[in-house]
């Protein structure tokens, strides 16, 4: 009798262990299933991550930049353009990814859900890996070329844009690194001074010092202010500081002259002569005009940090401040996608579109691409008139610049512009494009710690030259 109920206790124990064990693996295979397989120590979620095939990267002529390639039963990425590295970005295992494998990556990796019969016996049967979609790019890969192989080894940012759609043509950031070698060379490259991870083209922000005579300028025409207008001594220095002073970066044409000629020898007197005559908070109109308090940003990518307001300095405070507003000197920075914007409602007719860069994108197995684009939400900056008359200026400081003496080509204008950043010195290169019968293209191109004027002209010429052949 003892022998039975010990027999149906053990027999009850073992059911009920048979019954835990059940409930768990049930559990397990249903409920709690994701939540071993999302672990970030789960050997089978690194596996098959590092089995999916990302979808390859092209530019908008479908030259390949990035692709998957097959590497030790899992897959690598292959980047094949040197000149497109900063855009693209990066994708590891061991330290994520940047760019344009980091904003677009939902697509590259491809649907990890099984919402057909089919997905749950290729992916849970099979153990197939996912495959994702294929990107085209806004980029001219030989137009981004150019620019990279003009720039050199300087450093600094550029930004090339269609001036109707926004669609990014071109984009640089320099010091780059080699995303092939990124996993070997990583501690170097979070050590080096030059940063280069840090994409100076979206979230540099620089003082735009000179660039502001193009706003003031643009205030002039907006305003119907007499440009025949002269003011004496244009070369005479402003000074901020005891060891900051500024002057005309070209002779002045003669010892009175008007704002279009202050601009195209880079003379900052006139503006600040022309700006004292003003009633009103001008620079605060400067500010609202040209959306100077909301930086343009790219969907998707790392965006400017928080940098001091554009407070224009108010009645209490000094002339100097003032004096600093009105040089680009103050408070205020610019990012050259921001400027990038700027150009082009100068180049086109008076409107600054929402940048973008991603065009397309192909399914796995499909033959077609689907249109990708953002909605526009354009903002008006100009009158169509004043864009006009500003490109002609532009025209004659490009003519000045390039050391011609051809009447005016409204085709290709640019104006180079210098600022001051603590003990560094920029050099900003603004222009456009318009060539016959295509969307007129902005440029926008800042170095770093040089005033090398000469080397600037010299990748604006390259730049220009390839989007008039491309």
């Keep these: 009798m003892i022998a039975g109920a010990a027999i149906k206790r053990l027999m009850f124990a073992t059911l009920s262990l048979f019954a835990a064990i059940a409930l768990s693996a049930t559990y397990w295979a249903l409920a709690g299933r994701d939540g071993i397989l999302l672990r970030h120590d789960n050997p089978r979620l690194i596996e098959d991550l590092a089995r999916i095939q990302r979808g390859g990267i092209y530019d908008r002529q479908e030259q390949l930049l990035v692709e998957s390639v097959a590497s030790n039963g899992a897959m690598r990425r292959s980047y094949l353009r040197p000149s497109t590295y900063s855009l693209v970005g990066y994708y590891s295992l061991r330290y994520g990814s940047s760019g344009v494998e980091a904003a677009f990556n939902e697509a590259l990796i491809g649907s990890q859900s099984t919402e057909t019969l089919e997905d749950y016996f290729l992916r849970e049967i099979l153990n197939r890996p996912a495959e994702g979609a294929d990107l085209r790019l806004t980029l001219i890969a030989d137009v981004q070329d150019a620019l990279t192989l003009a720039m050199g080894d300087y450093r600094g940012a550029a930004v090339v844009m269609d001036s109707a759609s926004g669609a990014i043509l071109a984009m640089a950031s320099l010091p780059g690194y080699d995303p092939n070698t990124l996993d070997q060379d990583w501690e170097y490259l979070v050590a080096d001074e030059g940063r280069p991870f840090f994409n100076r083209a979206l979230q540099g922000q620089y003082q735009p010092g000179a660039v502001m005579t193009i706003l003031w300028l643009a205030d002039a025409i907006q305003s119907d202010y007499d440009l025949s207008t002269t003011f004496m001594e244009p070369d005479a220095p402003v000074e901020l500081e005891p060891d900051l ?15 279009t000629e202050a601009f195209i020898a880079g003379c900052p007197a006139p ?4 700006q004292a005559m003003l009633t009103g908070d001008s620079y605060a109109r400067i500010v609202e005009t040209f959306s100077l308090e909301e930086p343009s940003t790219l969907a998707g990518f790392p965006v400017p940090g928080a940098g001091a307001a554009a407070e224009p300095a108010d009645a209490a405070e000094s002339d100097a401040a003032r ?7 103050g408070n205020l920075t610019m990012t050259p996608l921001q400027m990038a914007a700027i150009m082009s409602a100068v180049a086109g007719d008076g409107a600054a579109p929402t940048p973008y860069v991603l065009s397309g994108i192909r399914q796995p197995g499909a033959a077609t691409w689907e249109a990708r684009k953002p909605e526009q939400s354009a903002r008006i900056m100009l009158a169509s008139e004043t864009a006009a008359k500003l490109r002609a200026v532009f025209g004659a400081a490009w003519n000045k610049l390039r050391g011609e003496s051809v009447p005016l080509d409204l085709g290709v204008g640019a104006n180079i512009a210098m600022s001051r950043s603590g003990e560094e010195t920029q050099i900003w290169l603004n222009g456009f494009v318009r060539p016959d019968e295509r969307p007129a293209v902005a440029f926008v191109i800042v170095l770093e710690n040089t005033d090398d004027i000469e080397a600037l002209v010299g990748i604006g010429h390259a730049v220009t030259e390839a989007l008039l052949s491309s």
């Design 245 to 259: 002073r500024f002057k005309c970066l070209f002779p002045a044409p003669g010892e009175e002259i008007t704002l």
């Design 271 to 274: 503006f600040v002569n022309y």
């Design 323 to 329: 004096l600093r507003d009105v040089l680009g000197q």
